[in-house]
């Protein structure tokens, strides 16, 4: 019996494995571009791994008693490529819910709570009630802290610990004619261990745009699975997942679509009018050009077209993520784009290596800010070392036509119309500084906000790109029946599974071919 069992079981893992090479053979030979300048079918593959998707979940989506089933489903056809928030029902815990706000898809968000700077919530509205609460909340959150009995929230934003996300900017967008998209506002503290390291992001309250604030319950515990079917846990549910609904709205509109793709495609068109092919500058970014007219055309024809995605599946679709675009290119100051000064404009100075992880690391595991900073000064140093090479002094750097009708062009309204990027380049570390937001965001930032999609969005549930019904004023009428119900519809999801599955996936050409005969053909 327990052979049988086991071969049963090697048999189902065969298939599933079967099936992900299928999927990712499939994304792969549409991402592959024969020659170099031949466009990618990429709708080609989003189709095909659509109708995959359909013919291997035989099961209807509005038929589901509970989410639960769906995981079910998930699991049993993605046995060996599951998104680590599915197994167990993960994705409804606390911890879950916040962890993807520094270790998650976009984790580029979170901001730290600072008054004396400014630095809070657009929206935010806190009565002596909510403090009240949120006080309560902190000492819950945080037991074992020595200090817990004293702790309010007035005293944990003093320590730098108090983290939030807003969402005030989708405020005024279009929206489908059937979703619904609220403009949260997500409060979050860190637990208290004795192991610095161990210490966890966990959410204290959320707020929505009209002042109706939820909090984590504490007469139950929601993270545990035999309380998943209680009330109150329903209620905190639905609150956060509005609140990873703006946040997946904000994600691919802004952080992904706007500030790397969309942001890049003029500068590469200026670069590639004002440089030579030969000039150094234009060789240290070229590598990092590849490919990006050829997926933008595809996101064109796939995307952001009246019939794409966009429209489909997210709740501002596309004239809604076009507004979004807009508006953070309004208000772009490029100057002020590279990762250390946003990092610390959101409260994330950098931290030595040697004090990741130790008391004086006031966010432990946030991977995003660690990582990102390293790889910034590696890609810093080196554009220094370009330009100190080429260019003895700034009078050489004025002087050079190619470089300032690169900075003309690019800046200029009439061209590509990049808002505040430099009119002309005057000094050394201005053009160092320049060269390194545009390689940075090819490649680092846009790796950091895209390769991980499927493992946010692939469980639909705990990253709905779209909500049908708005968090309900009657707070009884919230049950797994209205969570499915709010929840997008079997095309919608499958959609949303198969864009994330495919953008997910490295093409068969990494670039490596292309840039190296590029430069054996030019070099001098």
Not at 135 to 152: A, D, M, V, W, Y
Not at 379 to 392: C, G
Request: hydrophobic share 40%; glycine share 4%.
């Amino acid at each position: 019996g327990a052979a049988a069992i086991s071969d049963k079981d090697e048999v189902e893992v065969a298939i599933s494995n079967a099936k992900i090479a299928l999927f990712r053979y499939i994304v792969a030979f549409f991402r592959r571009a024969p020659k170099a300048h031949e466009n990618q079918n990429f709708e080609a593959a989003i189709d095909k791994i659509t109708t995959i998707f359909k013919r291997f979940s035989k099961a209807d989506m509005t038929q589901f008693k509970d989410p639960q089933e769906y995981e079910t489903l998930f699991s049993r056809q993605f046995a060996t490529n599951m998104p680590w928030v599915v197994e167990g029902g993960k994705w409804r815990r606390d911890n879950v819910f916040a962890a993807q706000f520094i270790r998650g898809v976009n984790p580029a968000l979170l901001q730290r709570y600072d008054p004396k700077v400014g630095r809070v919530p657009a929206t935010l509205k806190l009565v002596d009630a909510h403090i009240a609460v949120i006080s309560e909340q902190l000492r819950f959150i945080r037991k074992g802290n020595p200090t817990q009995e004293e702790e309010t929230f007035e005293s944990v934003v003093a320590k730098g610990e108090i983290f939030y996300t807003e969402y005030s900017w989708l405020n005024g967008l279009h929206r489908t004619h059937d979703a619904y998209l609220h403009e949260p506002v997500a409060l979050f503290t860190l637990t208290h261990h004795e192991i610095p390291a161990k210490r966890a992001l966990m959410p204290v309250a959320i707020q929505l745009e009209d002042g109706r604030t939820f909090y984590p319950p504490r007469t139950v515990n929601c993270n545990v699975p035999r309380n998943y079917q209680n009330q109150a846990c329903l209620v905190w549910l639905v609150a956060k997942m509005h609140v990873m609904t703006a946040d997946a709205n904000m994600h691919e509109s802004f952080v992904h679509l706007g500030m790397t793709h969309l942001l890049l495609e003029p500068v590469l068109i200026s670069a590639r009018r004002q440089f030579a092919p030969q000039h150094p500058i234009y060789r240290s970014l070229s590598p990092h050009f590849h490919q990006t007219i050829a997926i933008n055309n595809e996101g064109r024809d796939t995307l952001i077209n009246p019939d794409g995605l966009f429209e489909r599946v997210m709740s501002l679709g596309l004239l809604g993520s076009l507004q979004l675009i807009d508006r953070s290119f309004q208000n772009l100051n490029f100057s002020e784009w590279t990762f250390p000064a946003r990092m610390e404009k959101a409260g994330f100075p950098d931290i030595p290596r040697a004090e990741r992880l130790t008391r004086n690391d006031t966010l432990p595991g946030y991977l995003y800010r660690d990582f990102c900073y390293d790889l910034w000064h590696a890609m810093h140093k080196y554009f220094t070392e370009v330009v100190d090479t080429v260019y003895p002094d700034n009078e050489a750097l004025l002087a050079d036509v190619q470089l300032q009708g690169f900075a003309f062009e690019t800046s200029a309204p009439r061209f590509a119309n990049v808002h505040s990027f430099p009119s002309q380049f005057t000094s050394k570390p201005q053009l160092a500084d320049a060269l390194t937001i545009i390689a940075f965001s090819a490649s680092v930032q846009h790796s950091a906000v895209n390769f991980g999609q499927f493992h946010g969005y692939g469980f639909v549930p705990n990253r709905p790109m779209s909500l049908t019904k708005p968090m309900p004023k009657d707070l009884s009428t919230v049950d797994a029946k209205y969570i499915l119900s709010a929840l997008p519809n079997k095309d919608r999801s499958f959609d949303q599974m198969a864009i994330t599955f495919a953008l997910s996936t490295p093409p068969i050409d990494t670039g490596d071919t292309i840039p190296l005969e590029w430069a054996a053909q030019h070099s001098d």
